[in-house]
């Protein structure tokens, strides 16, 4: 096992490391980090570095110290962090749950919502169930086929509960209808 030595305990060795590890660094600084360091110089208090334009890597000429929104130091853990962080920033976390479950992109979730008109697709209203641990009306839910994976539509809570109680079979939701008829 290895200890931590020089450029690992510098204050820059993480931003260093995450910026050549996402491959956003530049040549010049990706083999040599003490040169990085020269350059950017310390960091100021609450603050990390960014890029100025993300679609170039971060070099001498493309990097400027950003403010942090949360600070750690704030916080009597990181859990309590990461809370704190997810609720000021939903829409990182809404596009990372929609890629990992459903493969579909932010984008391509608001295209979808625009093209029903922000309605269910089933019962053409509006979501209306109320996430407490939020404190905010839920987006739509993304209703996909669990054999293949395809994604069919929008659906409010209620109707997605509904198709999942039934288990996506047809014959079964044939069944109700002619139940419900009868009565």
């Known amino acids: ?32 980090f003490w040169n990085f360091v020269s350059v ?23 990097f400027h110290w950003e403010e942090k929104k949360l600070n750690l130091k704030n916080y009597k853990d990181k859990a309590a962090y990461m ?7 939903p829409e990182v976390f809404k596009k990372l749950e929609l890629k990992k479950h459903f493969g579909i992109t932010l984008d391509e979730f608001k295209e979808m919502q625009d ?18 641990r939020h404190k905010r009306v839920r987006s739509l839910s993304v209703d996909h086929c669990h054999t293949t994976g395809k994604v069919r539509g929008l659906l409010c809570s209620h109707c997605n509960h509904a198709i999942g109680k039934f288990n996506d079979d047809v014959t079964l939701l044939q069944k109700a209808i002619d139940y419900l008829k009868t009565s």
Do not use: F
């Open 1 to 32: 096992m290895s200890k931590k030595c020089g450029k690992e305990l510098h204050p820059l060795y993480q931003s260093w490391y995450h910026a050549r590890r996402t491959g956003i660094l530049c040549s010049e600084w990706e083999t040599d």
């Open 40 to 62: 950017v110089g310390e960091r100021p208090e609450n603050c990390r570095v960014k890029r100025k334009d993300t679609t170039s890597d971060l070099a001498p000429s493309n």
């Open 83 to 89: 809370r704190a962080y997810r609720v000021s920033n």
């Open 115 to 132: 093209n029903q008109d922000g309605v269910c697709a089933i019962c053409g209203k509006e979501e209306t169930t109320y996430d407490s």
